[in-house]
């Protein structure tokens, strides 16, 4: 699978190359949701979702993450998605949650969900989400009849 990233970027869909102390520190630090949040209980999340990072070339560390709980045949819900402060506004939280449609559309889901939060929204409205009922946080990206399995 290819995204497209800037240059010094790679994205990854290996669970072996996810770094899990950073990421804990990306989210308890950087992202308000996950404030507070115990390493014990970030890893019982890790290891019951699908997991993205991007990370800099050439083995670099892990700047970007994301992951995804799912069934795997009907539904996702797309979580914790979060950029390194200093490597934001280059387009790699939208390559991060390109990457991880990319990555399932092969399941068929019929509906990734995801919360939103007021800095994101403009990334998933790109990405073909659009608000659920009217939510000014829910957004969902519904699957088109090419993607979905029968």
Same mark, same amino acid.
């Given at each position: %699978?290819?995204?497209?990233?800037?240059? #010094?970027?790679?994205?990854?869909?290996?669970?072996?190359?996810? +770094? =899990? =102390?950073?990421?804990?520190?990306?989210?308890?630090?950087?992202?308000?949701?996950?404030? $507070?949040?115990?390493? !014990?209980?970030?890893?019982? =999340?890790?290891?019951?979702?699908?997991?993205?990072?991007?990370?800099?070339? #050439? &083995?670099?560390?892990?700047?970007?993450?994301?992951?995804?709980?799912? +069934?795997?045949?009907?539904?996702?819900?797309?979580?914790?998605?979060?950029?390194?402060?200093?490597?934001?506004?280059?387009?790699?939280?939208?390559?991060?949650?390109? #990457?991880?449609?990319?990555?399932? !559309?092969?399941? $068929?889901?019929?509906?990734?969900?995801?919360?939103?939060? +007021?800095?994101?929204?403009?990334?998933?409205?790109?990405? #073909?989400?659009?608000?659920?009922? &009217?939510? =000014?946080?829910? %957004?969902?990206?519904?699957?088109?009849?090419?993607?979905?399995?029968?």
């Amino acid at each position: %699978m290819h995204v497209d990233l800037p240059a #010094g970027y790679e994205f990854s869909a290996d669970p072996h190359r996810l +770094d =899990a =102390a950073r990421v804990h520190a990306l989210l308890t630090e950087h992202a308000y949701w996950a404030r $507070g949040r115990g390493r !014990e209980l970030q890893d019982a =999340a890790i290891a019951g979702s699908r997991n993205y990072g991007v990370y800099e070339s #050439g &083995g670099g560390a892990q700047v970007a993450y994301a992951r995804l709980v799912t +069934d795997a045949a009907t539904f996702g819900w797309l979580a914790d998605v979060v950029v390194d402060p200093a490597h934001r506004g280059a387009g790699l939280g939208s390559a991060l949650v390109a #990457g991880v449609l990319a990555d399932v !559309e092969p399941l $068929g889901l019929k509906r990734v969900v995801l919360k939103a939060s +007021d800095d994101g929204r403009r990334v998933y409205e790109r990405l #073909g989400f659009v608000p659920i009922d &009217g939510s =000014a946080e829910w %957004m969902q990206r519904a699957s088109t009849p090419a993607t979905t399995r029968h």
